[in-house]
């Protein structure tokens, strides 16, 4: 998990190890280093292998990503923003097979698109709900309220990409209708 320090080095960002998260202003006292230290201990309380909370694990994953764009590849940001529009607008039932077949049509979409780049909202401005808000929850249907909430927040902070990312998931769907 330690290469997200690589990732920000080759995005010219330097990462701060002490205070509040620089991106997502989550309360961790070792910044950055906590909201992925606690990557995965915010969402405890769910069993993933319950297909019921599948959807929470997209939904965080994408949060995350786009609250951390820093230390992501830039694409990565087309692929969560483009599967929150699928999730939380278009309720498409998205499972493990789903994602791989967007990542195949963002590889096509990316052809001839070089310069194409999504511009992240401000740091500390991408969603009041932040992995941290997890650990306050007690039950599964609490967590998982909370994870649709954060994401919601993250997607609605990232509107001005809305307008590229709304076509990407409509071609998508054209040639991947679901069933
Ligand atoms: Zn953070």
């Given at each position: 998990m330690q290469d997200f320090t690589d990732q920000a080095s080759k995005n010219g960002v330097v990462l701060k190890n002490?205070?509040?998260?620089?991106?997502?202003?989550?309360?961790?006292?070792?910044g950055i280093f906590g909201c992925m230290n606690h990557y995965n201990t915010g969402t405890e309380?769910?069993?993933?292998?319950?297909?019921?909370y599948h959807i929470s694990r997209f939904l965080s994953v994408d949060a995350h990503a786009l609250q951390h764009?820093?230390?992501?590849?830039?694409?990565s940001n087309h692929f969560h923003l483009t599967r929150l529009y699928l999730l939380l607008e278009k309720k498409i039932p998205w499972d493990y097979q789903k994602s791989p077949l967007l990542s195949a049509y963002l590889n096509d979409y990316k052809v001839g698109r070089p310069d194409e780049y999504l511009t992240p909202p401000h740091?500390?401005?991408?969603?009041?709900?932040?992995?941290?808000?997890?650990?306050?929850?007690?039950?599964a249907s609490e967590c998982a309220e909370q994870i649709r909430q954060w994401a919601t927040g993250v997607y609605r902070a990232w509107h001005k990409s809305h307008s590229i990312v709304i076509p990407i998931a409509e071609g998508f769907l054209q040639k991947n209708p679901i069933r």
């Open positions: 002490s205070g509040k998260c620089q991106f997502c202003g989550a309360d961790y006292p070792d309380l769910l069993d993933f292998s319950n297909p019921e764009p820093e230390i992501h590849g830039r694409w740091p500390m401005q991408r969603g009041n709900v932040t992995m941290k808000d997890l650990s306050n929850t007690k039950t």
